[in-house]
C-alpha cells in the first residue's frame, strides 16, 4: 500500500518570504500523480498544483512550485512571495492510476502561517 | 455550478443514532468519494464510486455504507452513531478522463461530533 509522510506538522514564515513544505512518499508504481492541496480556514479543499510522475518537468502553478524527485520519492512544495492568504493546511497526496478506483491517499499536513 | 454539495455543515448526534450525509454535484463526475479528516491523520478514504451502481469500500468502511443510484449523488449513511466517528466529512468528486486525473473537487465538509 502507498504511504505519504509530511514531516513538518506546523511552519511559519514572514510574509514575502519563501517557504517550503516536505513531502515524501513509498510506492513500487512507476506511473502515478502527486497532488498538493490547500485547506484554508474555511475548510474547502483546493487543488495548488499537481505533477505527472512520468515527467521529469516540475510543475508550476503561479508562485507554487514542485521539487519532484522519482527515485527519492521526494515531492516538496515551494512557495515564493508568501501572502497572508497562503496560510492554511497543506496536504500532499498520491494517487495511482489503476484501472477502476483513482484513489488518493494523503499525507498527515503541515499547518502553514505566514505573519505579516 | 455549484460543484459539489454537502449537506449539513455541522450535525451532533447521540451514539447509536442514524443518519445520513448528503453530498451531490453537478458536473457530470463518474468517481464520487467520500473522506474523513482527524487532526494528525490527514485525510482517508471511506467509500468510493466509479459510476452509478458500483460502489466499493475505501480504507476505514466500518459503520459506514453508500449507494450511488444517480450520477449525481452519493449519500453516506452512519447505521449507528458511535463517538469514534467524530470527524469532518468530506465528498469529492472527480471526471474520469483519459490520459491522467487532474484532482478531485471537494465539497465544503460536515462536522459531525457524536456525543
Known amino acids: 500500500a502507498q504511504t505519504v509522510t509530511q514531516s513538518q506538522p506546523e511552519m511559519s514564515v514572514q510574509e514575502a518570504e519563501t517557504v517550503t513544505l516536505s513531502c515524501t512518499y513509498d510506492?513500487?508504481?512507476?506511473?502515478?500523480?502527486l497532488f498538493w492541496y490547500k485547506q484554508p480556514p474555511s475548510r474547502q479543499m483546493i487543488l495548488v498544483i499537481r505533477q505527472e510522475a512520468y515527467k521529469q518537468q516540475n510543475a508550476t502553478e503561479n508562485r507554487f512550485s514542485v521539487n519532484f524527485q522519482k527515485a527519492a520519492k521526494s515531492f516538496s512544495l515551494k512557495i515564493s512571495d508568501s501572502q497572508l492568504g497562503d496560510t492554511a493546511m497543506y496536504f500532499c497526496a498520491f494517487m495511482k492510476p489503476d484501472s477502476g478506483a483513482q484513489k488518493l491517499v494523503f499525507g498527515q499536513g503541515t499547518r502553514l502561517t505566514i505573519n505579516p | 455550478n455549484a460543484g459539489v454539495t454537502q449537506t449539513p455543515k455541522f450535525q451532533v448526534l447521540k451514539t447509536g443514532q442514524s443518519m445520513t450525509l448528503q453530498c451531490a454535484q453537478d458536473?457530470?463526475?463518474?468517481?464520487m468519494s467520500w473522506y474523513r479528516q482527524d487532526p494528525g491523520m490527514g485525510l482517508r478514504l471511506i467509500h468510493y464510486?466509479?459510476?452509478?451502481?458500483?460502489?466499493d469500500q475505501g480504507e476505514v468502511p466500518n459503520g459506514y455504507n453508500v449507494s450511488r443510484s444517480t450520477t449525481e449523488d452519493f449519500p453516506l449513511r452512519l447505521l449507528s452513531a458511535a463517538p469514534s466517528q467524530t470527524s469532518v466529512y468530506f465528498c469529492?468528486?472527480?471526471?474520469?478522463?483519459?490520459?491522467?486525473?487532474?484532482?478531485?473537487?471537494f465539497g465544503s465538509g460536515t462536522r459531525l461530533t457524536v456525543v
Open positions: 458536473m457530470n463526475h463518474e468517481y
Open positions: 464510486s466509479v459510476g452509478a451502481g458500483i460502489t
Open positions: 510506492t513500487s508504481e512507476n506511473n502515478y500523480y
Open positions: 469529492a468528486s472527480s471526471l474520469r478522463r483519459t490520459g491522467g486525473n487532474y484532482g478531485y473537487t
